[in-house]
């Protein structure tokens, strides 16, 4: 069993930076892939990013490549979204997820944080 906490999501304007942090209970966080998603209100849960278990291998949507790196920490738990250059259509609820692969498919992963508000104003 995993439970997922994020946090670091805020208020900010078009063209600032924020950076998302997850921590994982458990001490099989380094055996897991992880990602990012988001959700923005009245549309689907779209994939944002995903790191492997040794950080070896990330992928990310193309609306956000070049502007959100992901990383992890596994001796402390946590993977991060760092988002650059944020754009208003980045607001959304964002969530992390703990998988065994590498997939843009939320149904893949197992396990799921609650989920932290990113608002970005025009």
């Known amino acids: 069993q995993v439970q997922l906490v994020e946090s670091g999501g805020g208020l900010v304007q078009a063209g600032d930076s924020l950076r998302l942090s997850c921590t994982a209970s458990?001490?099989?966080?380094?055996?897991?892939?992880m990602g990012w998603f988001r959700q923005a209100p009245g549309k689907e849960r779209e994939f944002v990013a995903a790191?492997?278990?040794?950080?070896?291998?990330?992928d990310y949507a193309d609306s956000v490549k070049g502007r959100f790196t992901i990383s992890r920490d596994n001796a402390k738990n946590t993977v991060y979204l760092q988002m650059n250059s944020l754009k208003p259509e980045d607001t959304a609820v964002y969530y992390c997820?703990?998988?065994?692969?590498?997939?843009?498919?939320?149904?893949?992963?197992?396990?799921w944080g609650q989920g932290t508000q990113v608002t970005v104003s025009s």
């Open positions: 997820a703990a998988g065994w692969i590498v997939t843009t498919l939320p149904t893949v992963y197992d396990y």
């Open positions: 458990g001490r099989t966080f380094s055996r897991y892939a």
């Open positions: 790191i492997s278990w040794d950080g070896g291998s990330t």
